[in-house]
């Protein structure tokens, strides 16, 4: 399981510009609320959109994320516009292993071990 960084509270914020499907960095216009990139975490550019992509993203510096894979968590890599919407979320996979952990530790603890 890839360990990674949340935060609560962070303010959805916007593309500084244009990005391309292949871009591995991008700004957006306020990153401050954002976890700081000490750990990946999970970015999702145009949610509800037909263009909705996942985005890992490896580090923050200021407003500028480096991108650890584009089209993560079944999405699929776009282009998109200045402005398009940049939210924090929460990926399937990591609930996925969280519950995979949890129900492996009731097992065992039933189980007596």
Known sequence: MLRQEFSGGVLRTTLSANISNSASSFSVADAST??????????????GNSAEEKVLISS??????????????????NTHVSGAFVDHVLDATVIQDMNQTTYDNEVLVWMGV
């Open 34 to 47: 954002f976890p700081t990139g000490t750990l990946p975490f999970v970015i999702v550019i145009d949610r």
């Open 60 to 77: 923050r510096a200021g407003n500028t994320f480096t991108v650890a894979n584009r089209g993560y968590d079944g999405s699929t890599a």
